[in-house]
């Protein structure tokens, strides 16, 4: 007897109907993944220890690794009656707590609310006491974002609740930026998910810390450029903290920045990062040193390569591939044919679960060079490093 196939989420529609049934089930303490223009997140009632619990459970989510709360209200951008100050709001909702803080400092970071939400922003703040610890892992601030995706605010607002929502694939994964990705990933674990469609933005959100002397700290690059962050507080950004490959090894930046490991966002099949675009890499690959893991593992896995090209002539770069690696890639794809960090961004999540599905045993990416310094870019490349985090060639 073969055992019955196990029973997937219900996918529902962004309507009313669909909203409102997402909204009871998140009411009744259990989980909904929502599509947001960053990627698709796994929410639960945000200030509900037993709802974040199963957040972790589903995830198989460490518990070193905290939370993004999601909320949503009319700001000025939707509304001429809007609430003009976000930051009081948030405190007003017991989400935050400004003990010490000058004058100067709130003013900047509402000034970066009030231009960058709702968006791919998230905002790093003293936590108020009403939000749980398990949402922080124990830390004395809180994540908070609001979306730009019409139904997350929707979802949240009829919800009446912040939600806390990781991104909704299983830990150290690659993030969903479609409803099917999420299936594929949770679906045997989860009861709802609401379809809103793919995601517009594809990589996750700028997360920022914010100080009461008002220093700001990039923690992870994301869907809003740091130049534009930098632009708004008239100032550079502190530099993101150092990262563990693995666990709260007690490092500073592993403190300050738990969640962000250097090993994250992976394919299953070996995926190995090039140090240069291939137009720049020399002949002679497999002769090399540094590139032995690499051509170690093509030799073993019976020489199905995938490949990701950065290059807007991607297609064109498999000759140059065929030359470089002495056989032609099984399946290859460039991010962005016209060459655009936003193109690139919006496909590097759904290219890399392609090429993992696909029947490549290993793969090869090219690094992205373009807009990288502050830009989309950065994200991009961050992203690209943390897939192959174990398989990075250097020269
Ligand atoms: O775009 C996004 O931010 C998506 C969508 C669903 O909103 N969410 C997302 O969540 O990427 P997640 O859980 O995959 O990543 C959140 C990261 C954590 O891993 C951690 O690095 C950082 O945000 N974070 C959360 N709370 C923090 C805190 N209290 N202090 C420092 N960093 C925090
Ligand atoms: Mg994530």
Redesign the pocket.
């Known amino acids: 007897m073969t055992p019955a196939s196990p029973k997937l989420a219900a996918v529902l529609s962004p309507n009313r109907e669909g909203i409102e049934k997402a909204a009871q089930a998140l009411r009744a303490g259990e989980l909904v993944a929502m599509p947001?223009e960053?990627?698709?997140?796994l929410a639960g009632a945000g200030l509900e220890a037993s709802a974040l619990s199963k957040i972790f459970a589903a995830k198989e989510r460490p518990t070193f690794?905290?939370?993004?709360l999601?909320v949503s209200w009319p700001t000025p951008k939707d509304s001429a009656s809007g609430v003009t100050d976000p930051l009081t709001e948030l405190e007003r909702r017991d989400l935050i707590h400004l003990e010490g803080w000058s004058d100067h400092s709130r003013e900047k970071a509402q000034k970066l609310l009030l231009e960058f939400w709702p968006g791919?922003l998230?905002l790093?703040l003293p936590k108020h006491p009403r939000v749980p610890d398990l949402a922080?892992s124990g830390?004395p601030?809180?994540?908070l974002?609001m979306?730009r995706h019409p139904v997350a605010r929707a979802l949240i607002e009829a919800a009446g609740m912040p939600l806390a929502?990781?991104?909704a694939n299983r830990f150290g994964r690659i993030?969903p930026t479609r409803a099917e990705h999420v299936q594929s990933e949770l679906g045997e674990r989860i009861g709802w998910i609401l379809d809103g469609g793919p995601s517009e933005v594809g990589v996750?959100?700028t997360?920022i810390?914010m100080g009461a002397q008002g220093e700001a700290q990039l923690?992870?690059p994301?869907?809003i450029a740091a130049a534009d962050i930098e632009r708004v507080l008239g100032h550079p950004l502190l530099a993101p903290p150092s990262m563990p490959v693995a666990g709260p090894s007690g490092s500073p930046g592993a403190q300050?920045?738990?969640?962000?490991l250097e090993s994250h966002y992976a394919p299953r099949k070996p995926f190995f990062l090039l140090p240069s675009p291939l137009t720049a890499l020399p002949e002679n690959l497999s002769l090399l040193p540094p590139f032995q893991p690499l051509f170690q593992q093509i030799r073993e896995h019976g020489a199905r390569v995938g490949f990701l090209s950065s290059s807007p002539e991607g297609n064109a770069h498999s000759s140059l591939f065929s030359l470089r690696f002495g056989r032609d890639a099984v399946a290859a794809e460039t991010l962005s044919p016209a060459g655009d960090a936003q193109t690139a961004a919006q496909r590097l999540f759904s290219l890399l679960r392609w090429l993992d599905e696909s029947t490549a045993t290993v793969l090869v990416a090219e690094p992205w060079t373009r807009e990288i310094h502050s830009g989309l870019g950065h994200a991009i490349q961050d992203r690209l490093k943390r897939a192959s985090a174990r398989n990075q060639i250097t020269l």
């Open positions: 947001t960053t990627v698709y997140g690794d905290p939370l993004i999601h791919p998230t790093v922080t830390l601030q809180v994540a974002r979306p929502a990781p991104s993030s996750e959100s997360v810390r923690l992870r994301g869907g300050l920045a738990p969640g962000l």
